[in-house]
């Protein structure tokens, strides 16, 4: 009779009035007398029943209750599953504190809730160590059933882990360097949660890399979302690898491409959502995956697995796409390491894939730079590399300075990509008229079939913008003299009628970018004509 008072003492101690004391010790002691059962039955709905307004308080005065509840029961596992479960469901509807000021703040109680999961579920962690090292003696004829309802056990603790690291700690911001346990409850909340993990005797390598996502053993199937799965390892990945925390217990034997190799497959998934935090995290664990290995030493057969085709492609993406600065920036700076990393033969085919699916004048200029970059490494080292000498890498070069429209191209929107390649190929003749590696011939057909292309262009475009910006003069003149004569016979509300019909850019901007253009293509012009001149000045 007494269990049924348990909602109304709950909503009192939640009031905070001058009786919540009292109601408070009421639940104590009904916790400790009334039917274990009963009671979970009427705690565990007040859980999934909570207001939205009141998630932080009402976790924290239920879960202690819940708490003790467990402990007097023998077999707890699936009470506890339950409990877990409906704790993670509130606290997953929580904002997460962007900054660490609003993580001191803890305006909507996310922190405080952290706080009272860890303290809840402690007990529980320790039973199941405690009651791990009790199946290594001697034991009667039950040990099967007593081991198989350990793991039952500890998979609850472990599946109720790995959905805190998804949500909130994938949300959160963690950085070792200004983060301790001392002064950030969510730091805390993932040392804590990544402790958890090692005392159950749930190896890292063995979650991170072998373990599926659906268990199966000795009749007990408990099965989670594959993504979801997925995204608490990356969490793992991320706090293991990146944050340094429970990096202690981490075996070294794992060669930095395996790690690599394993971890690409988190990294393109958090790389693929839109959210800043995600982002972020995939990219700091892919700087963290590439530094531990020596530059050109990633195997061409890499690039076959589809996790190395998908993060180049995401990173791509988000250079060229992302709304977010810092992002684009970074993604361009894990983007070339990624590309110092790869050995010769990788280097070749992964340029011509990139340059076969980026559409992008940027992306193209980036990877003819570092095509230029590896000759000049080759030549500094005296190192020989097949894949960029002799015919591969005359078609390699055709492939990257090609025009993509032929004599159609638009040049401004292409600037990018065609200075890269003037300053390849002026280079390269350079080299090639010192060193005499046997490609000049080839070099020079190359060199001069573009540059002819290209006169064609320069031609059509100086002309175009030629006129446009003449005509763009010729009518500021024009407007110029209507506003005289209409301010003359006051007719001002007619000129801003006027001016409103004009393009959405500014006719002094317009002037301004003509004019770039025209500077820009004598430049090319200018590059041209060296480019020539060499070739020339070594046929005589």
Not at 121 to 135: R, T
Not at 208 to 226: A, C, N, Q, V, W
Request: with cysteine; glycine share 4%.
């Amino acid at each position: 009779m007494a269990s049924s008072l348990l909602p109304s003492l709950v909503k009192d101690v939640l009031k905070k009035n001058g009786s919540s004391a009292h109601s408070q010790a009421i639940l104590n002691e009904l916790v400790l007398l009334c039917n274990v059962e009963e009671l979970l039955d009427i705690l565990l709905p007040q859980v999934d029943d909570i207001d939205p307004d009141a998630i932080a308080d009402t976790i924290t005065v239920l879960m202690p209750l819940i708490q003790s509840v467990l402990l007097r029961m023998e077999s707890k596992a699936s009470g506890l599953a339950l409990a877990l479960d409906s704790l993670q469901k509130q606290i997953s509807k929580l904002p997460v504190p962007y900054s660490h000021k609003q993580e001191q703040e803890d305006e909507h109680g996310l922190c405080r809730c952290c706080s009272a999961a860890l303290t809840f579920v402690q007990p529980f962690v320790q039973e199941a160590k405690n009651q791990d090292l009790n199946l290594d003696l001697p034991t009667n004829q039950d040990s099967k059933l007593r081991a198989t309802l350990l793991k039952l056990y500890v998979f609850t603790i472990l599946f109720s882990c790995m959905a805190n690291l998804r949500e909130p700690l994938l949300q959160a911001q963690l950085d070792r360097e200004v983060n301790t346990v001392e002064n950030s409850t969510l730091w805390k909340f993932a040392t804590e949660i990544m402790a958890i993990l090692a005392m159950i005797q749930e190896p890292l390598p063995k979650l991170l890399f072998y373990r599926p996502f659906t268990e199966k053993e000795d009749g007990i199937t408990l099965e989670r979302s594959g993504c979801q799965q997925k995204e608490s390892k990356a969490c793992i990945a991320y706090l293991l690898f990146v944050q340094l925390i429970a990096v202690e217990v981490f075996p070294a034997v794992y060669s930095p491409v395996f790690i690599l190799q394993c971890n690409m497959e988190y990294i393109s998934l958090l790389l693929s959502r839109k959210d800043e935090s995600w982002i972020l995290k995939g990219l700091d664990l892919n700087v963290k995956s590439l530094e531990g290995l020596t530059d050109s030493s990633l195997p061409v057969e890499l690039l076959q697995l589809k996790c190395f085709h998908e993060v180049p492609q995401s990173l791509v993406k988000i250079m060229t796409d992302c709304p977010i600065q810092h992002l684009k920036i970074k993604s361009l700076l894990v983007f070339q390491l990624f590309i110092e990393k790869l050995d010769g033969e990788a280097k070749h085919k992964f340029f011509r894939r990139v340059m076969k699916t980026s559409h992008h004048a940027g992306v193209e200029s980036i990877i003819i730079k570092n095509i230029k970059k590896h000759m000049e490494l080759l030549r500094k080292t005296g190192n020989k590399d097949g894949w960029f000498e002799g015919t591969r890498f005359i078609s390699l070069l055709k492939d990257a300075i090609a025009l993509p429209q032929g004599h159609e191209t638009d040049l401004l929107h292409e600037m990018d990509r065609v200075m890269e390649s003037l300053n390849i190929l002026r280079y390269l003749l350079l080299l090639e008229r010192k060193s005499c590696t046997g490609i000049w011939t080839d070099l020079c057909d190359t060199a001069d079939s573009y540059t002819k292309l290209l006169r064609v262009c320069l031609k059509m475009s100086k002309s175009y913008y030629g006129t446009e910006l003449k005509n763009l003069r010729e009518n500021k003149r024009i407007k110029a003299k209507e506003f005289k004569e209409a301010f003359g016979n006051r007719k001002v509300q007619s000129m801003i009628v006027n001016t409103e019909k004009l393009g959405s850019m500014p006719r002094d901007a317009q002037d301004k970018v003509l004019q770039c253009a025209l500077v820009t293509y004598d430049l090319m012009e200018s590059l041209v004509v060296h480019i020539e001149e060499i070739i020339e000045g070594n046929q005589e």
